[in-house]
């Protein structure tokens, strides 16, 4: 079973920077892709960053936002800055069962429970 735990979330202020992680076990996800989504209040889930047959950002987050992975750790991170109020939302990471992933939720298999960004004004 492939469990998904994401961290790295918090409060922080417009201008500011969070990297967060997201710890993969039950599967070396090394020739997987994987995926950050978000979701806001009274929204539905979106896309943000992926890692699969290339990289891809959100145009929202293009420019602030890098994914990458720690194959060795089993982790992939999204490092977030210059963060906005209306990027506050849960982040969600996935991991797919191919390495051919890219921006769709539902190319993805497995899902993290979700980490809170907060951005203040």
């Known amino acids: 079973q492939v469990q998904l735990v994401e961290s790295g979330g918090g409060l922080v202020q417009a201008g500011g920077s969070l990297r967060l992680s997201c710890a993969a076990s039950g599967r070396t996800f090394r020739n997987y892709g994987v995926g950050w989504f978000r979701q806001a209040p009274g929204k539905e889930r979106e896309f943000v960053a992926a890692n699969g047959r290339s990289t891809y950002y959100a145009d929202s987050v293009r420019g602030r936002c890098t994914i990458s992975r720690d194959n060795a750790k089993n982790t992939v991170y999204l490092q977030m800055n210059i963060l906005k109020p209306e990027d506050t939302a849960v982040y969600y990471c996935?991991?797919?069962?191919?390495?051919?992933?890219?921006?769709?939720?539902?190319?993805?298999?497995?899902w993290g429970q979700g980490t809170q960004v907060t951005v203040s004004s």
């Open positions: 996935a991991v797919a069962s191919t390495r051919y992933s890219g921006i769709r939720a539902e190319e993805y298999d497995y």
